[in-house]
Structure formats: structure tokens, C-alpha cells
């Protein structure tokens, strides 16, 4: 993970929250010693289709959310 204040790429995690949805991470950079707070999102738990036609509604489906990235 990159330190956003000075770019290094070595850091260390030193809290971690689990949401129901998301887990929050702090991490301190190895570098400069600053905090900073990541963000991870699970993603919604959705079952294989089996069929093309199922395929093809998920991706439209999939097509109308909005994307947090
Ligand atoms: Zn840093």
C-alpha cells in the first residue's frame, strides 16, 4: 500500500476494523510515520448463473450500479 504523503510503498498495518460491509484498515507509513485509513469493500455474495440468458441479465444488471472506483 502507498504512502499518499510521501510515496513509499512500505507501511504496516496497525488497526484493523471488520464492517459488516467493509474493512478499515490504519496503517503508518514505514517512511514518514504518518497515519492514514484504507477502505475495503466486500463484494455483494451473488450465485453463478447457469445459463447465457442469466449471464447476459447479470451483466445488465451488474451495468446499472454505480462503481465507488
Ligand atoms: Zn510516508
Same mark, same amino acid.
Given at each position: 500500500?502507498?504512502?499518499?504523503? +510521501? $510515496? +513509499?510503498? &512500505?507501511? &504496516? /498495518?496497525?488497526? @484493523?476494523? #471488520?464492517?459488516?460491509? %467493509? /474493512?478499515?484498515? /490504519? !496503517?503508518? +507509513?514505514?517512511? +514518514? !510515520? =504518518?497515519?492514514? %485509513? @484504507?477502505?475495503?469493500?466486500?463484494? !455483494? #455474495? /451473488? @450465485?453463478?448463473?447457469? #445459463?447465457? %440468458?442469466? !449471464?447476459?441479465?447479470? =451483466?445488465?444488471?451488474?451495468? $446499472?450500479?454505480? #462503481? %465507488?472506483?
Amino acid at each position: 500500500m502507498k504512502c499518499p504523503f +510521501c $510515496g +513509499c510503498m &512500505s507501511s &504496516s /498495518v496497525v488497526r @484493523t476494523e #471488520k464492517l459488516t460491509l %467493509e /474493512v478499515i484498515r /490504519v !496503517r503508518q +507509513c514505514d517512511s +514518514c !510515520r =504518518n497515519y492514514w %485509513e @484504507t477502505r475495503e469493500s466486500f463484494e !455483494r #455474495k /451473488v @450465485t453463478p448463473p447457469q #445459463k447465457a %440468458e442469466e !449471464r447476459i441479465q447479470m =451483466n445488465l444488471f451488474e451495468a $446499472g450500479d454505480d #462503481k %465507488e472506483d
